[in-house]
């Protein structure tokens, strides 16, 4: 990305979760299949590792040594919440825990920074293909020097989709699953990756046609949906509205396909 096409304000935000992204990428890659301290969170399927805490303490303790006003919301818990900062820090240290304590190599970070409200920056690291997806409003999204555009395929007969499955699976009824047996009837493919700001960085860089998922958090979806905005895509909740900030829904395609996914994951 060209660092003058970036607003002044930003360019420092931006560059700050870039070098961070990439430091807690190389933390996970340090520490992948070897052996690991895992515990639990919501349910017995819900995983913590100490490289998540790990991720999460470097990502946040950076950002607090330059700009210790700024609010910081993560997954683990750690930052403040400064809720009168016009800055906002939504960090994913580790998306994909339950892939990387099976060594199963599809993890990242994930770094989103609201300004004034308004989701501003985006930045989603994969260490184990070196991959960094980034993104700024107005600026474009991008995968290392590479502008990223979203597919134009215009048929979900012949999409590649993606959906994922939230750790209430083994109990609730709000399971997804009459929405994954009805996508899997429509589409060419559908994938179940474990990795949310991915899925939605591959929608970005047309990997994917499409992804949708509910009961997220903010963390999962903060850099993601900027990314896929940033890419020409287009996402909203499963009735066609916006978005929710708190990843409560998210529906995201190249924006051709889009009426025909949420024709099968309406509620
Ligand atoms: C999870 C992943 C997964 C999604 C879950 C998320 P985590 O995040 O993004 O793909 O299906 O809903 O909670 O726990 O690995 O950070
Ligand atoms: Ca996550
Ligand atoms: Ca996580």
Redesign the pocket.
Known sequence: MDLDSIAPELRSAYQLAVDLARRAGAVQREHYETELDVRTKSASI???TQV?HECEALIVSGIEAVRPGDAILA?EGGGENHSRSDWRWII?P???????AHGFPR?CVSIGVEHEGERRIGVVYDPLLDELFHCVHAAGAWLGHRRLRVSTQTDLGQALVA?????DVHDSTQDNLARFARVLKAARGLR??????L?LCYVASGRLEAYW?L???A??VAAGILMVEEAGGRVTSTDGGPAPRSGAEVVASNGHVHDAILSHTRG
């Open positions: 819900d995983l913590v998540d997954e994913d580790l998306d994909g825990t339950t892939n990387y993890f959906t994922g499955f939230a750790y179940r990756d474990g990795s949310a700001a899925d998922e009961k997220l958090h963390w999962d």
